[in-house]
């Protein structure tokens, strides 16, 4: 019933530039706040960006500030994320993920959020 389908990853070179979308539904993507979490090899999933519903907030984790941006569409319950800069560091599974919260501090926490979807390989070449 509830789906999130990440697309656009894949392979590029450091520098360079990819954007990945994420298409939900099953609920009602404009009351939820959508996240944007990755996992490399060999290391703990990490918060990577939100977007909020309602008044619309961003937040970025720290290293990607400046480099990431993230937004939605809710008339396409779509939510992207648009990644520069890109560094072999970023080299990750990442994971598109919705939540009902919307304060600073649980965002960063995967335990706040109720949905997931499969993820998508970013690989950044050195």
């Known amino acids: 019933q509830v789906q999130l389908v990440e697309s656009g990853g894949g392979l590029v070179q450091t520098g360079g530039s990819l954007r990945l979308s994420c298409a939900a539904s099953?609920?009602?993507?404009?009351?939820?706040?959508m996240g944007w979490f990755r996992q490399a090899p060999g290391k703990e999933r990490e918060f990577v960006s939100a977007?909020?519903?309602?008044?619309?907030?961003?937040y970025y984790q720290d290293s990607v500030k400046g480099r990431f941006t993230i937004s939605r569409d809710n008339a396409k319950n779509t939510v992207s994320l648009q990644m520069a800069s890109l560094k072999p560091e970023d080299t990750a599974v990442y994971y598109c993920?919705?939540?009902?919260?919307?304060?600073?501090?649980?965002?960063?926490?995967?335990?706040?959020?109720?949905?997931w979807g499969q993820g998508t390989q970013v690989t950044v070449s050195s």
């Open positions: 977007v909020t519903w309602g008044v619309t907030t961003t």
């Open positions: 099953g609920f009602t993507f404009s009351s939820y706040t």
């Open positions: 993920a919705a939540t009902q919260r919307v304060y600073r501090g649980s965002l960063f926490d995967m335990k706040e959020y109720n949905y």
